[in-house]
């Protein structure tokens, strides 16, 4: 898929989502170096994930944290699952160029507050990305995810 292919797509996806895409250079990295480097699966297995955290999301904010174990055992499924996004946007973007690296990690992989609501908002994106494969199953099987010369 040609770059104008993938701006097309996430146009489409910002298109038939309630809000747009606030990372879109992130997302057209992203959505780019799955289809150029062949990784169909962990691109699936990110918006999915994606999707999973942005929910725990909101059933936590919308809770009253206290000790029980049910809101243990969401924050331990939140951190996991966030720790899994984080690792499979790197596994994506290592086979980038040295500035894309530098780039994400600088504002998504260090350990701090900022990257954390950077994370978060990006997150977003992706779960905006899994619910338009989710509405359009034909726009994934469409894309070739084959390494692109």
């Known amino acids: 898929m040609s770059k104008n292919g993938v701006k097309k797509l ?21 959505i780019d170096t799955s289809i150029s480097q062949a990784k ?14 942005n929910g725990l999301k909101k059933v936590l904010a919308d809770r009253t ?6 809101m243990e055992k969401m924050f331990e499924e939140f951190n ?12 994506i973007v290592e086979c980038t160029a040295e500035i894309e690296k530098k780039y994400f990690n600088e504002k998504y992989f260090l350990m ?12 977003e994106d992706l779960s905006l990305c899994k619910e338009y494969f989710n509405n359009n199953p034909n726009a994934i099987t469409t894309i070739s995810f084959r390494n692109s010369s």
């Open 65 to 70: 944290i206290n000790n029980d174990k049910y």
């Open 40 to 53: 169909q699966e962990e691109f699936k297995e990110l918006i999915f994930t994606a999707k999973y955290v």
């Open 112 to 123: 701090n507050h900022e990257s954390l609501v950077n994370t978060m908002g990006l997150i």
């Open 10 to 30: 996430i146009d489409d996806i910002s298109d038939h989502s309630k809000s747009t895409i606030k990372n879109y250079y992130e997302i057209t990295v992203i």
């Open 80 to 91: 996991k699952n966030m720790q899994k996004v984080i690792d499979l946007i790197r596994k």
